[in-house]
């Protein structure tokens, strides 16, 4: 897929490709509605409208990534909406078919989110799950009745956590997908804090990307 990506914008990886494989396989998006939040280079918003979906609104808190997202919609041929904000806030009063979400998951090595503008697409506290927990919570505000979230993440950021508050929020949760990857640049450097803390094995070398289906049953 041709996406332009200016500097400071998510470059899509193996996280953004099991989604859009997820997305391909499970079809049923002919007249949806679609929610991409986070959404970098627009790469999945652009991925469901090529499997059918009729309308497109992508958020990202960059502003470099609302302008690679408007400007990619725009050359696949899609007129998305694009807004810049924090998560859910710019469609607080709307409701979605379908939210795709591969937000930052990575552990951290500081007490917060880095401020660093590349940082943010990944850095997400010290337990990895300062915007999953967000998104748990607040998802449901955003789904129509029969919508769902597709959401990826690292199992490094505590998979039954997301399957627990979701749970909480009253969705119904499946595991559509599972990866296993060599760990990227970002996490190499993090190797020996993330085994000290006990988040990775003495000999591990890969980490287990998922993707998780909610639904409200
Ligand atoms: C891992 S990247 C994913 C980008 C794209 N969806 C993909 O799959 O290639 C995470 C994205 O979330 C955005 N982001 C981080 N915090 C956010 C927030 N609070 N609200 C909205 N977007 C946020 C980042 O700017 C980044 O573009």
């Known amino acids: 897929m041709l996406l332009v990506r200016p500097p400071g914008v998510y470059r899509a990886q193996e996280d953004t490709s099991l989604l859009r494989h997820v997305l391909r396989r499970r079809g049923r998006l002919s007249g949806r509605s679609v929610l991409d939040v986070g959404s970098g280079t627009g790469a999945l918003g652009i991925e469901a409208f090529r499997a059918g979906a009729t309308s497109l609104t992508a958020i990202d808190l960059s502003l470099r990534s609302v302008m690679a997202s408007w400007?990619?919609?725009?050359?696949?041929?899609?007129?998305?909406?694009?807004?810049?904000?924090?998560?859910?806030?710019?469609?607080?009063?709307?409701?979605?078919?379908?939210?795709?979400?591969?937000?930052?998951?990575?552990?951290?090595?500081?007490?917060?989110?880095?401020?660093?503008?590349?940082?943010?697409?990944?850095?997400?506290?010290?337990?990895?799950?300062?915007?999953?927990?967000?998104?748990?919570?607040?998802?449901?505000?955003?789904?129509?009745?029969?919508?769902?979230?597709?959401?990826?993440?690292?199992?490094?950021?505590?998979?039954?956590?997301?399957?627990?508050?979701?749970?909480?929020?009253?969705?119904?949760?499946?595991?559509?997908?599972?990866?296993?990857?060599?760990?990227?640049?970002?996490?190499?450097?993090r190797v020996p804090e993330l085994r000290a803390r006990g988040l990775l094995g003495p000999d591990q070398t890969e980490e287990e990307l998922v993707v998780i289906e909610a639904c409200h049953g």
């Open 71 to 189: 400007l990619n919609s725009r050359i696949h041929g899609i007129s998305a909406t694009v807004r810049r904000g924090d998560l859910f806030a710019p469609v607080a009063a709307r409701r979605f078919d379908l939210v795709l979400a591969n937000p930052p998951y990575v552990p951290g090595v500081g007490p917060l989110p880095s401020r660093h503008r590349a940082a943010r697409c990944w850095d997400a506290g010290p337990d990895g799950r300062a915007l999953l927990n967000r998104i748990c919570s607040g998802v449901s505000s955003v789904l129509n009745e029969d919508g769902a979230l597709l959401l990826v993440q690292s199992t490094l950021a505590d998979e039954q956590a997301t399957l627990d508050r979701l749970a909480e929020a009253g969705l119904v949760t499946e595991v559509l997908a599972r990866a296993h990857i060599p760990f990227g640049p970002v996490l190499r450097t």
